[in-house]
């Protein structure tokens, strides 16, 4: 059960979007459509931002976006703002009651 | 929506054991898996394992099953993580989170605060 790949960091300046990959393999990502993303403020809880890789919980802003194509799960935020900067996780159902998260990706807003 | 409180802070030597809580409020208990995650510090989330306290069935990620306990007290809402053969890299924040709807359909809807476990000599 390795971690899904993430990249390290990205940025973007207010108002542009910006996306995170996340690369699983076809016993994770690639099967199951139970991809999760969580956004991760210093010093705070985890909060879950997308589900079911494209669904937002109540609550969320619709700016968040959720995607998958093969291996490969995404998360978009369009229209970038100042409180989206924080660390960003995906997670997905692996299979035999399993999870497996993403190594993180540092989202910093310019 | 339901809230997770987590114990407080522990400091344990290596060899030694911890357990940890993580207590319910405000929403189902029993139909729910509640999963444990874990982030040593200034790294990445790990996901543990967890319970279905109704049936009380538990799964856990391959690395930590000789060494990891799950269980549930269905009368106060409570889940439990016990930890044994502690090493310094078990040094970490751990989590409690709500899974759901399903265990082999979920997500982690709602955290606890986190409890960060210290292991030292």
């Known amino acids: 059960q390795s971690a899904l790949t993430q990249p390290r960091s990205v940025s973007g300046s207010p108002g542009q979007s910006v996306t995170i990959s996340c690369t699983g393999t076809?016993?994770?990502?690639?099967?199951?459509?139970?991809v999760s993303w969580y956004q991760q403020h210093p010093g705070k809880a985890p909060r879950l931002m997308i589900y079911?890789?494209?669904k937002r919980p109540s609550g969320v802003p619709g700016r968040f976006s959720g995607s998958k194509s093969g291996d490969t799960a995404s998360l978009t935020i369009s229209g970038l703002q100042a409180e989206d900067e924080a660390d960003y996780y995906c997670?997905?159902?692996?299979?035999?009651?399993?999870?497996?998260f993403g190594t993180g990706t540092k989202v910093t807003v310019l | 929506q339901v809230q997770l409180f987590q114990s407080g802070a522990e400091v344990k030597k290596p060899g030694s054991s911890v357990r940890v809580s993580c207590k319910a409020s405000?929403?189902?208990?029993?139909?729910?898996?509640f999963s444990w995650v874990r982030q040593a510090p200034g790294q990445g989330l790990e996901w543990i394992g967890g319970?279905?306290?109704?049936?009380?069935?538990?799964y856990s990620a391959r690395k930590f099953q000789d060494r990891v306990t799950f269980t549930a007290d269905r009368s106060t809402n409570t889940a439990f993580l016990e930890l044994t053969n502690l090493r310094s890299d078990d040094t970490a924040v751990y989590y409690c989170?709500?899974?759901?709807?399903?265990?082999?359909?979920?997500?982690?809807?709602?955290w606890g605060q986190g409890i960060l476990v210290t292991v030292s000599s």
């Open positions: 076809s016993s994770d990502v690639g099967t199951f459509n139970y």
């Open positions: 997670c997905s159902y692996a299979g035999s009651y399993t999870y497996v």
């Open positions: 405000g929403g189902p208990f029993d139909t729910y898996a």
């Open positions: 989170a709500r899974l759901g709807p399903y265990i082999n359909q979920g997500r982690f809807d709602s």
């Open positions: 079911d890789v494209n």
């Open positions: 319970i279905i306290p109704f049936f009380g069935s538990s």
